[in-house]
């Protein structure tokens, strides 16, 4: 059973950091596009970063250039998300998602974590 593990969200306030981190178990996920979605309260999930592995491309989220970075360790078969100078408007479930269906990096993806809470308080 294939399953993505998030952990690393929690509460910061504007301006401070977190690193997001998600686990892959189940299956090997090393040539396969792993990414971040996000979904803030009364709001559509939107596309936050991928990383593809083929390619070595890596693909932002205007809203997040600049201030987000997404690595992964096929070893550990994990993904990361490293987030620095927060913001209010980056307070959201944060989803790891891994294998995109159509093979375009903004979705969708077959597989889902649970998400995580990141809450930024200003």
């Known amino acids: 059973q294939v399953e993505l593990v998030e952990s690393g969200g929690g509460l910061v306030q504007a301006g401070g950091s977190l690193r997001l981190s998600c686990v892959a178990s189940?299956?090997?996920?090393?040539?396969?596009?792993m990414g971040w979605l996000r979904q803030a309260p009364g709001k559509e999930r939107e596309f936050v970063a991928a990383?593809?592995?083929?390619?070595?491309?890596?693909h932002y989220a205007d809203s997040v250039k600049g201030r987000f970075t997404i690595s992964r360790d096929n070893a550990k078969n994990t993904v990361y998300l490293q987030m620095n100078s927060l913001k209010p408007e980056d307070t959201a479930v944060y989803y790891c998602?891994?294998?995109?269906?159509?093979?375009?990096?903004?979705?969708?993806?077959?597989?889902w974590g649970q998400g995580t809470q990141v809450t930024v308080s200003s």
């Open positions: 189940g299956r090997t996920f090393s040539s396969s596009a």
């Open positions: 998602v891994a294998d995109a269906i159509s093979g375009s990096v903004y979705g969708p993806y077959d597989f």
């Open positions: 990383i593809v592995p083929e390619s070595g491309s890596i």
